[in-house]
T-cell receptor, first 113, second 111 residues
Framework: NAGVTQTPKFQVLKTGQSMTLQCAQD?????MSWYRQDPGMGLRLIHY???????DQGEVPNGYNVSRSTTEDFPLRLLSAAPSQTSVYFC????????????FGPGTRLLVL | GDSVTQMEGPVTLSEEAFLTINCTYT??????LFWYVQYPGEGLQLLLK?????DKGSNKGFEATYRKETTSFHLEKGSVQVSDSAVYFC??????????FGPGTRLSVLP
């Protein structure tokens, strides 16, 4: 049981490049979400999903796309990276019946030049 | 909207010192309250939680009491260890809705 895994751990992009941050969980959790962590601002919700085929926007969705084709995977896409997207990104998951117990991945550190 | 305020630190203590990290919140209704901990290079882990007024959450020697009258959820530990060095996040979850996190407090414990 690996829990929540994220790849890559660290990535450097140039402005305008695209990339996908991967997130997978092996706990059969229905609920998955993406957060970004910035200094002095805590974690802010980007997008979330309550099950395969269902996604919704969080607090800061602009510049990011998501999809949920399987229960296990919830990738986050940056279509055209901007320096403002430099951050640490965390994926989290939980069961539908206990959303208050979130399991977090180790994070992806992204630097956009 | 809902929000969480906490002291940002950094907080530096000597081993065996008493720890308090203040957290206050603004929310409509009656949210659940949480403390998460992030050790260096890792993701967040749930430390403790409380779901209603006057509840006390506790884990690993840490405690926090849900104070509705003061809208607070302060984290305390009687004797910190070097291994407690981490970033601590206070958070709330309105019933059935997404989390709101505070900015985090970095704690460094010196031997």
């Amino acid at each position: 049981n690996a829990g929540v895994t994220q790849t890559p751990k660290f990535q450097v992009l140039k402005t305008g490049q695209s990339m996908t941050l991967q997130c997978a969980q092996d706990m059969n959790h229905e609920y998955m979400s993406w957060y970004r962590q910035d200094p002095g601002m805590g974690l802010r919700l980007i997008h979330y999903s309550v099950g395969a085929g269902i996604t919704d926007q969080g607090e800061v969705p602009n510049g990011y796309n998501v999809s949920r084709s399987t229960t296990e995977d919830f990738p986050l896409r940056l279509l055209s990276a901007a320096p403002s997207q430099t951050s640490v990104y965390f994926c989290a998951s939980s069961t539908w019946t206990d959303q208050e117990t979130q399991y977090f991945g180790p994070g992806t550190r992204l630097l956009v030049l | 909207g809902d929000s969480v305020t906490q002291m940002e630190g950094p907080v530096t203590l000597s081993e065996e010192a008493f720890l308090t990290i203040n957290c206050t919140y603004t929310a409509t209704g009656y949210p659940s309250l949480f403390w998460y901990v992030q050790y260096p290079g890792e993701g967040l882990q749930l430390l403790l939680k409380a779901t209603k007024a006057d509840d006390k959450g506790s884990n690993k020697g840490f405690e926090a009491t849900y104070r509705k009258e003061t809208t607070s959820f302060h984290l305390e530990k009687g004797s910190v260890q070097v291994s407690d060095s981490a970033v601590y996040f206070c958070a709330l979850s309105p019933r059935g809705q997404n989390f709101v996190f505070g900015p985090g407090t970095r704690l460094s414990v010196l031997p």
